[in-house]
Every structure is written in structure tokens, then in C-alpha cells.
């Protein structure tokens, strides 16, 4: 995210959160002792691989060094292990991270398998008038293949136990345990049942839908040639040997939705959210030149929306896009630029962030939040023929950088950092099959985070490209706007004002068809 300028009764009761469990599937065919059907070529080896990770729910649950935490985790463990699955540990620095309970984010890298995500409570109930108690553990569970939610699952596990004087601590001890042993057997039960109901097809178009595929979209590769003494730009190179858009028809009509935050006071689910403290004075400054550089190319006001603080709300952006799919033509330029805090979204895929809205609320249902992957989809319907998305949304000293990001992979589960920028390369697989051409710039990689410099300036990237525009009054390509006028001088600006945290900036351009030719004015004789 963007760095702001500096200025009870006998009856007990816990509920602890998220045993993580991933899986390479091949297919499943039946229960424990069943073959799995050999995979396509190119796949992994049949064996089953499983990460366990314990989750606390509240800063109140239970450490994964719990009793009750370890004899389930035990009891998970058994049961899997008798159904021929591997177990692979997570790392120590991953333990520690998911120890700090809520603010961790866990997401799902490509080649995420099958995961089980469950949250565990026991109660110990007691028998009126006796010294008999009821030992009960129940394991709520989401199984995922993938990113894919496939099924909710639940396993419950009681027996009874003695609560007088001499035998409570005992009794309840190992009540917990043999319930706990119970639920998972039945849990495990309930699991196997439901994959063994999927196809080997079903399975591998759920995990292949989280992966890159080989698409026609190119990633620009940045110059290297090294800045001048001075910090001038260097010199505009040769543009690549492809379709020049700016061969066609100038747009018969330039559209620009442009979406910006800079008060976090109504966003909800993460440290520090309800207050100012993650608020972005740039912002207003970014959304303001944004529209006064656009419209000398242009952009009208009758083509041009504008949501702002309690305007950028998820269902306004939805709405926003929908009138863009339905408005614009087919000779159009749509623009869509986004000024806002940015951060992973939990459960949701390795690098496909999300920006956060004024009413976001990341603790919320998955499916009522917008990642960069559904907006970039949204965005690709939009019938123009070109189509241009600029993202100043990883701003750093905000939510994300207060939360860890935790990946579950194949065969592990691994610290990340994400300064909330989205992984382009990903985000652009969401508009495939489009015709029309696109780019998509960010301000940063995803691992990185983006400056605010205040009122006075705004965003680091945004004033840099607006500059680019003006200067070159939208007669340069995209590629070469993104190659001389805005990654050197954003590069010129880290060499001379080292950041204490995160890493410099570097921004990233992608594109489909002739995307990267794109010019918002007339291009130079």
C-alpha cells in the first residue's frame, strides 16, 4: 500500500481457528485405499501431499501449543496419514507468522492443491446432578481445490468424561483427546466422500484455473540503460516492430472512470481500520490531475465518472464498469485509473490484490469483494477498442503493510511479502479472449509498495505519468511513455531518496494485442 508522508460456570468453551491442509490431487476414486488415476503427462508424482497449519481465529483463541489444539492437529495428522497422504510441515518462519493470530491473509499460490480450511471449538457440557460431563469437539471445515471453495464439512467428536475433584483434570484432558480423535475421523470421512464424488477433469480444471497460462499478453521488459548524471530521462528508444494503433481511426468518443480513496475511516476487517490512520492526502491530488491532463486530450465530461471517497464504494465501481460495457462503442478509448490502498485479499490468489474501497471490509464473504483479476475482467468487456487501466493502488504504510501474507503452495506454506500491487502477468489472464487493446500499468511490483508524497504532489507514479503526457502531449506510444518517462524518473527518484521500507518502486506495464502503441493524442509527424 501507498507510504503516507510521514508526519464462567463449570461449562468451558474455545474456539481456535484454521488447520490449513494442501494437496497435490490427481483424482480420487474411492476411500483410503484406493488408487488415485494416474494424472496427464507433465503432472507430479501420485502421492498426496498435505501442509497442516493451525490459525488463530481471535487475538482469545488458543496457541497452536494448546492441548486440545495439539491432539486434534495429532488426530488430523492420523487420520490423513492412514489415508496415504504425505505431510509436509510448514516452516518455522510460517508457524510464527500464523502465531499472531488475526491480520495474517492467507492466499493461494498457482500450483495450490486441494486445502482444507477448518476452525476447531470444544465444550465440556456437564450432567445435572452427576460428576459426568460431556467432552465435545467439533471441526468446522472449507475445503478447497485450488482457490476454489468446493464444500463445507463438519466432524464432531464426544464422550464422556468424570468431573469429580480427584479425576476433572485428568477426565478432562483426555476427553478432549479422544473427542477430538472422533471429530477428525469423521471429518476425514466427510472429505474423502466428497472428493471421491469428482472427477479427475473436475479436479484439474479447478486447480489449472489458478495458474498462468501461456497467453498472448507480453510484459515490458524495462530498459536498461542507465540515467544520466543530471536524472534526465533517457533518450526515446525505437517502439518494438508491431501494429501501431495509431494507424487507425482516432476514438470517436474517450471515456475515464476514475476511482479514489483517500479517507479509510468506514473501512472495516483490518489494523487500524475505523480510524484516519491509514488515510492518503495524495490521493485527491492524483484524482484532480488526472482528470484536468485527460481532458485536454479529449475526455469529456459527459464521458468521464468520477468516484471519490464515499462515492468508490464496491457496488458504485460495479455500476460504473456496467454503464462503461453499455455505453461505449466500438471506436471508443476507455480509461480507467485507480488511486487507492491496495492488499491481498484472504483466500483469495497469490497476487491477484484487491484495491480497498471506501466500504471495503476485508473480513468479509470472498465473493463480496473486487480483486484486480475481476476488475481487469470487468474492464475487458467494455466493447472500445482500446482499453487502458492505470493502478496507483499498493501504497505502503497502510493496511498491508500491517498484515502477513501467508501462501499455501504444493508442498508448503511460506511467508510473503505484498505491498499490495497486483501481479500483473496473473491479472491480465482474466481478459482473455479479448479483442480489443489493452494495457494495464502498475505502480509497482507486487512484492513492492508505491509513494504518496502528500497534497503537493500526490502518488510518485501517477504524478510521473501525468507529467509523461503532458511532456510528450500524447503523441508517444505507451511503451515508450512507460520506458523513458516513467520508470526512469521513478527509479532517479529511489536512487535519491532511498526509502527506509519497503524497496524503490518499479513500475510494470503489460498489454495485449497493440496495447502497448496506444496514444492519447495525435501522433507526432
Not at 27 to 50: C, D, R, V
Request: net charge neutral; charged share 20%.
Amino acid at each position: 500500500m501507498r507510504t503516507p508522508p510521514l508526519s464462567q460456570t463449570k461449562r468451558m468453551r474455545w474456539t481456535g481457528r484454521l488447520i490449513l491442509i494442501g494437496v497435490q490431487v490427481a483424482a480420487f476414486a474411492g476411500g483410503a485405499g484406493s488408487a488415485p488415476i494416474t494424472p496427464a503427462a507433465g503432472e507430479q508424482s501420485l502421492a498426496k501431499h498435505l501442509v497442516m497449519l493451525y490459525r488463530k481465529e481471535t487475538d482469545g483463541s488458543p496457541n497452536r501449543l494448546d492441548p486440545t489444539v495439539q491432539a486434534t492437529t495429532l488426530a488430523l495428522e492420523h487420520e490423513f496419514l492412514s489415508r496415504q497422504y504425505q505431510i509436509t510441515q510448514p516452516s518455522a518462519e510460517a508457524y510464527r507468522a500464523m502465531d499472531q493470530g488475526p491480520g495474517v491473509i492467507v492466499t493461494f499460490a498457482p500450483d495450490a492443491g486441494l486445502s482444507m480450511i477448518y476452525s476447531v471449538s470444544a465444550s465440556m457440557r456437564p450432567e445435572p446432578g452427576t460428576d459426568i460431563a460431556i467432552a465435545e469437539v467439533r471441526i468446522e471445515a472449507r475445503v478447497f481445490v485450488g482457490s476454489t471453495l468446493l464444500s463445507a464439512e463438519q466432524g464432531r467428536g464426544q464422550i464422556q468424561t468424570r468431573t469429580d475433584p480427584a479425576l476433572q483434570k485428568y477426565g478432562e484432558t483426555r476427553g478432549y483427546e479422544i473427542a477430538a480423535q472422533r471429530a477428525a475421523m469423521d471429518l476425514a470421512n466427510r472429505v474423502n466422500t466428497r472428493l471421491s464424488g469428482l472427477s479427475a477433469d473436475e479436479i484439474a480444471n479447478m486447480i489449472g484455473a489458478d495458474k498462468t497460462e501461456a497467453t498472448t499478453f507480453v510484459l515490458v521488459t524495462p530498459p536498461a540503460a542507465s540515467q544520466s548524471p543530471d536524472g534526465a530521462a533517457s533518450p526515446p528508444t525505437t517502439p518494438p516492430a508491431i501494429a501501431d494503433s495509431s494507424s487507425q481511426s482516432p476514438p470517436t468518443k474517450r471515456w475515464l472512470l476514475t476511482i479514489g480513496v483517500s479517507d479509510y475511516s468506514k473501512a472495516t476487517g483490518f489494523a487500524g481500520a475505523g480510524s484516519h490512520e491509514h488515510d492518503l492526502p495524495g490521493t485527491p491530488t492524483d484524482v484532480k490531475n488526472v482528470r484536468q491532463t485527460l481532458r485536454s486530450f479529449g475526455f469529456e465530461d459527459s464521458t468521464t465518472i468520477q468516484l471519490f471517497d464515499r462515492s468508490a464504494t464496491t457496488s458504485a465501481v460495479r455500476a460504473a464498469l456496467e454503464r462503461l460495457t453499455t455505453e461505449a462503442g466500438t471506436n471508443d478509448l476507455a480509461v480507467l485509473y485507480i488511486s487507492t490502498h491496495g492488499m491481498e485479499r484472504d483466500y483469495g490468489k497469490t497476487g491477484m490484490t484487491m484495491p480497498v474501497f471506501f466500504d471495503t471490509n476485508v473480513g468479509a464473504d470472498p465473493n463480496s469483494l473486487l480483486d484486480f483479476a475481476e476488475l481487469v475482467k470487468l474492464f475487458s468487456r467494455i466493447p472500445a477498442k482500446q482499453l487502458i487501466m492505470f493502478i496507483d493502488a499498493c501504497h505502503s504504510g497502510g493496511a498491508s503493510r500491517r498484515m502477513t501474507t501467508v501462501a499455501i503452495s504444493l508442498r508448503s506454506v511460506d511467508v510473503t511479502h505484498s505491498g499490495g500491487s497486483p501481479d500483473i502477468a496473473r491479472v491480465l489472464t482474466a481478459a482473455k479472449g479479448i479483442r480489443s487493446d489493452i494495457a494495464v500499468m502498475s505502480a509497482a511490483r507486487t512484492d513492492e509498495s508505491a509513494l504518496d508524497l502528500g497534497p503537493p504532489v500526490g502518488g510518485l507514479f501517477t504524478s510521473r505519468l501525468m507529467t509523461a503526457l503532458i511532456t510528450t502531449k500524447g503523441a508517444t506510444p505507451l511503451e515508450d511513455v512507460y520506458k523513458n518517462y516513467v520508470w526512469s524518473p521513478l527509479i532517479e527518484y529511489c536512487r535519491k531518496n532511498p526509502p527506509v521500507e519497503p524497496p524503490c518502486q518499479h513500475p510494470v506495464l503489460g498489454y495485449g494485442g497493440a496495447g502497448n502503441m496506444i496514444r492519447f493524442g495525435a501522433a507526432t509527424p
